[in-house]
């Protein structure tokens, strides 16, 4: 068992009594695998971000904290020089930003760009999304954003006289999604309370749970970015 002392310098520090620091590092990795899912290709994860004015925050209680989405993996890459060089592999990509707090420095986000999912979620009055335009795009942020959701609806309905259809929907969202460079797929913000098993089948087993807790799923479809810009709806992988 490791005391608060002891772990404070690592696992594989000699003075620690824990008989983990002592097996292969193959059977640790897995170990490793098991606490921390998001090491592996198969299993995404779902970072939270808040998006408008600075010193405005998110209330977590609805999908969790971005630090607590990342606690697993923050704790891999802080724990062994051979498990961070894995880790950083599994996790290629950083998001680095400055905390809001004065004094509190940088942060830093690994994730894997081409599996992870992003959720924004609104810090500006709602009601005010006309405020969100192409003004949006964050360097350093905006181009690892490939698979997103959001917790608002991207679009001016101001500008429409009737509910807009689907093609009219598509043309406002895109001027929000142009904000983002390299964006793949979008999954469109609903209730997933709507949809039973089979309508979330397309879901990883473990995805699944983490979709259904914070309502991410949007049935067996998603809105897909073509590389001409233009969106359409697929089928959801």
Request: a positive charge; charged letters at 20%.
């Amino acid at each position: 068992m490791l005391t608060r002392r002891r772990t404070r310098k690592g696992v594989d520090n000699p003075e620690t009594t824990s008989a983990f620091s002592r097996l292969p590092l193959e059977l640790q990795w897995k170990v490793w695998e098991y606490v921390c899912p998001h090491l592996s290709a198969s299993s995404p994860l779902v970072l939270p971000f808040g998006l408008g004015p600075t010193g405005r925050t998110v209330s977590p209680d609805k999908y969790g904290s971005l630090a607590a989405a990342t606690a697993t993996a923050r704790t891999v890459l802080s724990t062994h020089a051979a498990f961070r060089f894995l880790a950083l592999r599994a996790l290629p990509h950083a998001i680095t930003f400055k905390r809001v707090r004065a004094g509190a420095g940088v942060g830093m986000v690994r994730l894997n760009s081409e599996r992870d999912l992003i959720l924004l979620l609104p810090t500006f009055p709602r009601g005010r999304t006309r405020e969100v335009n192409c003004a949006w795009r964050i360097p350093g942020f905006s181009e690892h954003v490939v698979n997103l959701t959001t917790d608002f609806e991207p679009v001016d309905f101001s500008v429409f006289i009737d509910m807009p259809t689907d093609s009219t929907y598509v043309e406002s969202a895109l001027h929000f999604y142009e904000c983002f460079p390299n964006l793949r797929a979008v999954y469109p913000p609903c209730d997933a309370g709507r949809y039973g098993e089979e309508g979330l089948r397309w879901c990883r087993e473990r995805a699944l749970r983490t979709a259904r807790r914070c309502g991410l799923c949007g049935g067996a479809s998603s809105w897909r970015l073509s590389s001409s810009g233009r969106m359409w709806r697929g089928a959801a992988g």
